[in-house]
């Protein structure tokens, strides 16, 4: 089993997803998620739509100071 940190169209996007967490870039948040695309939080209700999802963690990222990276993938 080979583990990968790009070179993979999904690996690329997770990568892209997280330098927009990271760097609160809207647009590029957006690129990442479809507008059927809801994320369940355990300390928040469900986020419905690539723009309130972007919208959230444009809000949220700030205040929890948290980093997001990919160790490894397998795909």
């Not at 940190?5 to 609160?24: A, F, K, L």
């Not at 590029?28 to 469900?46: I, K, N």
């Not at 739509?49 to 980093?67: D, E, I, S």
């Amino acid at each position: 089993m080979r583990t990968r940190r790009s070179g993979h169209p999904y690996i690329e996007t997770i990568q892209i997803y997280y330098r927009g967490c990271n760097t609160q870039d809207f647009a590029m948040l957006c690129s990442t998620s479809t507008s059927d695309v809801v994320r369940y939080c355990v300390d928040h209700t469900a986020v419905a739509g690539a723009r309130q999802l972007a919208n959230y963690w444009c809000k949220v990222a700030p205040r929890t100071r948290a980093h997001w990276t990919l160790d490894h993938a397998l795909v």
